[in-house]
């Protein structure tokens, strides 16, 4: 019980609520509450509710852990604003700031009491294997506690970094958090084009899927960068130069990857509210 993860009132439960209480589900996590409307269960002792109303209000949670699409947050302020006054929240919402969510749930709480403790987290899927990356923002009002304790449920499920300015979380969020869509596309791709040129499609998919897999172990169990571990691969004159050479022009994944990384920064920032920059 004491290595247990603290126990968690979870509010949305979907793709990314869902990896990493499949995370934390392997690592043991005490008792624990999950708000979702569509989630069919959770495994005992933890307890899965349809709606933030229905929480009990004797539960003490150790962390409140926002993970709603940005746009439906505002719905279930008043309903967790009273638990927020015993934990900290931890928000993994793209774009919504965590000044604009502790005044969120301040407005929903009583005047004069404290504000609300906001941590900002940006995960990734892969978290649900335990091979997450995620990246935290907190305001000077974090104690190092609340900070600790933050790391140590995103440790569960991947690795941990932390940043200094809350600005950075739209490019974090442009990278890490939306990155794994970029690598599935590729092995799409890949999969795609080796039917198009002729290979059986079990033969294709295999292929695609193992060699994004095998690649990817391959740069972090190596530890070898991933320049190196690319040029390895380059024989002189051989057949990935070829490849290379139309990937890497200026105008191919050079230019569409800093275009994609802008688009989706650009996104975040706007579901802060905040003006779009380029
Ligand atoms: N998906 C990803 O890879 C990542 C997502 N994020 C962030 O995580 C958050 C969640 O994204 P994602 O998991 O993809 O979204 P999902 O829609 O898959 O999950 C959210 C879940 O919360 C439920 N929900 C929302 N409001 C309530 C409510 N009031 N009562 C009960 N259930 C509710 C939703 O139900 P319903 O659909 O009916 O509203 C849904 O099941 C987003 O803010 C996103 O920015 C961050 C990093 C990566
Ligand atoms: O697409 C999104 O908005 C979310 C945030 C990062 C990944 N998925």
């Excluded at 708000?35 to 307890?47: E, K, T, Y």
Aim: proline letters at 9%; one cysteine or more.
């Amino acid at each position: 019980m004491a290595d247990m993860l603290p126990p968690v009132l979870l509010v949305g439960c979907g793709n990314m609520g869902g990896a990493m209480l499949d995370g934390w589900l392997k690592e043991g996590l005490a008792p624990s509450f999950i708000i979702d409307r569509h989630r069919p269960s959770v495994p005992a002792p933890h307890h899965l509710v349809r709606s933030a109303d229905e929480v009990p209000d004797s539960f003490h949670p150790g962390m409140i852990v926002l993970a709603t699409k940005p746009q439906k947050v505002d719905a279930v302020m008043s309903a967790i604003a009273p638990f927020a006054l015993r934990a900290p929240v931890l928000s993994v919402l793209a774009g919504r700031r965590s000044g604009d969510l502790a005044d969120r749930l301040t407005d929903a709480l009583p005047a004069g009491s404290p504000m609300p403790v906001v941590i900002r987290a940006m995960p990734n899927t892969p978290s649900s294997i335990g091979q997450g990356m995620s990246v935290c923002y907190a305001l000077p009002a974090a104690t190092p506690t609340q900070r600790a304790l933050c790391t140590r449920l995103l440790r569960a499920v991947g690795d941990v970094a932390w940043i200094d300015h809350e600005d950075q979380m739209d490019v974090v969020t442009a990278i890490s958090g939306s990155g794994p869509a970029y690598v599935f596309l590729l092995a799409e791709l890949l999969e795609e084009t080796g039917v198009a040129q002729g290979l059986p499609p079990a033969l294709a998919r295999q292929i695609a899927r193992q060699t994004v897999a095998g690649a990817g172990a391959l740069m972090i169990q190596g530890g070898m960068d991933a320049a190196t571990l690319r040029r390895n691969v380059t024989s002189p004159g051989g057949t990935t130069q070829q490849a290379l050479e139309v990937l890497m022009a200026p105008d191919a994944w050079p230019a569409a990857l800093a275009t994609a990384v802008r688009a989706a920064a650009r996104r975040s920032r706007e579901l802060s509210g905040a003006s779009p920059v380029s």
